[in-house]
């Protein structure tokens, strides 16, 4: 069964130091990730997903098959992180579902 | 474009009675679903839509209706409801689920906070 598992509940870190936030997948098959942020009072929005292999907002996040994993980086956190981050996976075909993680606080302490 | 629409913002029944959410995406999107959120769950997906007349269920179905009339709008049906659907929904919505290169990431709504007393 298609699963994504994202550890931590709540991430907390001070301004300027580095962050990493897990993801695990389960799927037999090559899956499409993503990572989705949701800023306070704000809609859940794509940050990343894996095809692109870009960085976005200093984030990036590489996919390891032989690890299933996803995790999502950024060398040097800003208060601005502060947010709820979701690890997510469409599988390329056949069931025509994405699949969500059950998400990661982040807070970036001062 | 305003994206994808939710309406209401906020709603409060009670137990046993039914509403409908509403969801409106203007990007001509083939894919659209609903979650909930709820706290230490993630988002759980509820139905589907891979086009209109097309609808499937996902993860937690139950006490929910769906239909899909045209490709713009995704109503989400809740027949009696319960306090263990006291929840925040989004609907998603997205270009084309899982063709081409890259994947087609989703666009969400605002979300419905409900409570169900």
């Known amino acids: 069964a298609q699963r994504v598992t994202q550890p931590e509940k709540l991430l907390s870190v001070f301004k300027g130091a580095p962050v990493e936030l897990k993801c695990n997948y389960s799927y037999s098959g090559s899956p499409e990730l993503f990572w989705y942020v949701q800023y306070s009072r704000q809609r859940l929005q794509l940050l990343l997903r894996?095809?692109s292999r870009e960085s976005i907002k200093g984030f990036t996040a590489d996919l390891n098959k032989g690890e299933t994993s996803f995790h999502l980086k950024k060398p040097f956190a800003q208060e601005e992180d502060s947010a709820m981050y979701y690890c997510?996976?469409?599988?390329?075909?056949?069931?025509?579902?994405?699949?969500f993680g059950t998400g990661t606080r982040l807070k970036v302490l001062a | 474009n305003a994206g994808v629409t939710q309406t209401p913002k906020f709603q409060v029944l009670k137990t046993g009675q039914s509403m409908t959410l509403q969801c409106a995406q203007d990007?001509?999107?083939?894919?659209m679903s609903w979650y909930r959120q709820d706290p230490g769950m993630g988002l759980r997906l509820i139905h589907y839509?891979?086009?209109?007349?097309?609808?499937d269920q996902g993860e937690v179905p139950n006490g929910y209706n769906v239909s899909r009339s045209t490709t713009e709008d995704f109503p989400l049906r809740l027949l009696s409801a319960a306090p263990s659907q006291t929840s925040v929904y989004f609907c998603a919505s997205s270009y084309s689920y899982g063709r081409g290169v890259g994947g087609s990431p989703l666009h969400f709504g605002n979300g419905t906070r409900l409570t169900v007393t």
């Open positions: 997510a996976l469409s599988s390329p075909s056949g069931t025509y579902k994405y699949i």
């Open positions: 990007m001509n999107h083939e894919y």
């Open positions: 894996h095809i």
């Open positions: 839509s891979v086009g209109a007349g097309i609808t």
